[in-house]
């Protein structure tokens, strides 16, 4: 695998999975890759990264640093460029805060956007941005 971000979410999450969609377009150049806290992938970033599976936030590898929460959407919205960068002054606000705004949300997206039964499964002309189940 090369050092380029991968993108952890929660694979049957409704708003995770339509947060995914969404970045999809928003990053032609395909610089960031996906995968499912559940899938094995996922579970062996997060292994190597030295954190706990926990489908509750959203984790960004990128080389040998993880970003969790806030820090990984805001990082995120940094390699997504002009104009989602400028989401960086959340930056602003303490990370306890921020955190604590992601947590309620984490808390309550299965009640707000509803769950899926398994993980999407990826159109073909995405499909290379997802990673399979080995890492």
């Known amino acids: 695998m090369s050092d380029d971000p991968v993108l952890l979410f929660d694979g ?8 995914v969609q969404l970045l999809v377009p928003l990053d032609p150049a395909g610089r960031i890759r996906y995968a499912p806290i559940q899938s094995a992938a ?5 292994s190597r990264a030295g954190l706990p599976d926990d ?11 993880a970003y969790t929460k806030s820090a990984a959407v805001l990082r995120v919205a940094e390699l997504l460029g002009w104009p989602y960068r ?25 009640d707000w956007f509803g769950r ?20």
């Open 12 to 19: 049957v999450c409704n708003l995770c999975n339509g947060v």
């Open 42 to 46: 996922g579970q062996t970033l997060l």
């Open 55 to 65: 489908p509750d936030t959203v984790v960004l590898v990128e080389g040998d640093r």
């Open 86 to 110: 400028l989401l960086g002054v959340a930056r602003l606000l303490p990370r306890r805060l921020r955190d604590a705004c992601y947590d309620v949300v984490a808390a309550n997206r299965y």
């Open 116 to 135: 899926r039964e398994q993980c999407m499964v990826p159109d073909d002309d995405v499909r290379d941005r997802f990673l399979d189940d080995e890492v």
